[in-house]
Nanobody, 114 residues
């Protein structure tokens, strides 16, 4: 089983940058595909980005070229670097770990507003 704790959310102006962190514990980090989802008010949770055990990455079309996901196995942490943020990026961001089943963090709020 994996425990996930997100941090780094907050308020940022449009065009700004933010880096979230997700610290994993309880299992062998390198065996899990890691990812980030987000959920805006009134909308379904959507995939933002994933990074495999081999560090292959995938991104939602809406964030390609602006977000970069990475993982640090020494720190058991996964990061999305989010640049050129837009108001439509406002959501609760959730970290997930997958290996046969999904594990979820508690979420962190990101608000993009002037």
């Amino acid at each position: 089983q994996v425990q996930l704790v997100e941090s780094g959310g907050g308020l940022v102006h449009p065009g700004g940058s933010l880096r979230l962190s997700c610290a994993a514990s309880g299992s062998i980090f390198r065996l899990y595909t890691m990812g980030w989802y987000r959920q805006a008010p009134g909308l379904q949770r959507e995939l933002v980005a994933t990074i495999s055990t081999a560090s292959d990455t995938k991104y939602a079309d809406s964030v390609k070229g602006r977000f970069t996901i990475s993982r640090d196995s020494a720190k058991n942490t996964v990061y999305p670097q989010m640049n050129s943020l837009k108001p439509e990026d406002t959501a609760v961001y959730y970290c997930t770990a997958y290996r046969g089943e999904n594990y979820w963090g508690q979420g962190t709020q990101v608000t993009v507003s002037s």
